[in-house]
């Protein structure tokens, strides 16, 4: 409640002057200590029913696997897509010359090129630049959008100088990392099913995206081809395996999520014998989709109801960045609403879906002071919140229990791949060094929700077998490991 400096002092309470978030004094009322503030019951069903002891950890992995089995028998066969990548032939470190990316999976556009110089040199150079994408284009013709990103492709292939060097008679070749839903029908084919993330790009559903953008490409008098598509997952497996040859697994835990992995091609009935000579290929899991087993809360279930695909990706909505913090708005809304958390009054923009992001609660968790002054910062700048210290630290708690629950579940997913695997090659991955490249900021920036991946992957393993587990930070991977599969799959020889 907000008095004025001159304002009669009410017989209640008492008057605090501060400094305000904002820089300025503020004048308010402090609340009493015996005020009723009856939140612990909501705090404590909360806690129940997010929790993730090892018996439930251990009951989503085995249905995880179970899942993944189903997924790969039949299309459609369990809420993992279970997509085949087509990726057969995966970096060894013998890669030479030069080779280009394109990521799309957003607002902007990334083009990239890296030198490859076999084992002994690896990454000669590399090069990158971002480009953004006007707004009108994400909702204009597809030939308008792909003539766009191939006029910025032109542009930066006219700038290749240097260490970087195309042999004579060979023409460039690119690997497309295209992070929208597709049907991948070949290493270098893939059908659009359809744009999300803020596109409606009008002729592109239905047809092969690759096609859209050679045919650009040849548009703009620009010599190159795509020769791999992948998407972001997959990208970010492949330039780990450059670098070792013991990853398996790559995950990406940021706004979304997903998981990839090696997989045996005769442990994939639905090939119905297309195998390749390597007899192995990458399956995108879009583990995303998984919900059987999950701890959800009448939170979880009330922010799917209001979203754009109700009760679809419900594990995505329980683990990733995008919906975190949107939980925790929600259950501190029903605190305020219910038991006068932040006093007397609901703060309005407190009731606005999303307005408390996960890199919000991110800070608020990294706050060790004794007054959790920047918590009530936060509180303050992003949702117009009042707090008092026994406010913050049921802000705390909240954001920690919903984080714990996220980071354990996720520890989950990684333990269902990695036991998949083990099973079908009786014991041969536990009991060696099995790396997990992971990617996405939620991973790289929380350190809380970091430690409870590590710490769920432990306890499901027990102490021996995770040692051989390494889960390791590779930023912004999927870029080179899209370059690097345009040249395992290259259309010319080798020159090595």
Known sequence: MFVTATAM??????????????????????????????VAPILTKLQKECATPLPVLRNVADAMTADMRAGLVVDGGGELKMILSYVD????????????????????FRVLRVQLGGQEERVQATEFEQVSIPQELMCGTSEELFDF????????????AGKFHLPQGRQREIG??????????????????????????????GKDVVACLNEAMERQGLDMRVSA???????????????????????????????????????????????????????????????KGLPLTEFDRDMDAASINPGEQIYEKTISGMYLGEIVRRVLLKM??????????????????FVLRTPHICAMQQDYSEDLQAVGSTLYDVAGVESSLKARKVVIEVCDTIVK??????????????????????????GKRTVVAMDGGLYEHYTQYRRYVHEAVTELLGTEISKNVVIEHTKDGSGIGAALLASANSKFDHDY
Do not use: H
């Open 9 to 38: 002092l009410p017989a209640v309470g008492s008057l605090c002057i501060s400094r305000s978030p904002r820089g300025g004094p503020r004048f308010t009322m402090a609340v009493r200590s015996d005020v009723n503030v009856s």
């Open 89 to 108: 032939a995966l970096p060894t470190g013998n890669e030479r010359g030069l080779f280009y990316a394109l990521d799309l999976g957003g607002t902007n």
């Open 149 to 160: 990103i191939a006029t910025g492709l032109a542009k930066f292939a006219e700038k290749e």
């Open 176 to 205: 497309f990392t295209f992070s929208f839903p597709v049907k991948q029908t070949s290493i270098d084919s893939g059908v659009l099913i359809k744009w999300t993330k803020g596109f409606s790009v009008s002729g592109t559903a």
């Open 229 to 291: 598509l992948v998407n972001d997952t997959v990208g970010t497996l492949a330039g780990a395996r450059y670098w070792d040859e013991d990853v398996m697994v790559a995950v990406i835990l940021g706004t979304g999520t997903n998981a990839c992995y090696v997989e045996q091609m005769d442990a994939i009935p639905k090939l119905q014998g297309n195998k390749s000579p390597s007899g192995r290929t990458i399956i995108n899991t879009e583990w995303g989709a998984f919900s």
């Open 336 to 353: 305020a609403e219910e038991g006068a958390l932040f006093g007397n009054s609901v703060p309005e923009k407190l009731s606005m879906p």
């Open 405 to 430: 629950r996220g980071g354990r579940l996720a520890g989950a997913g990684i333990v269902s791949i990695l036991q998949k695997i083990d099973e079908d090659s009786n014991g041969a991955i536990f």
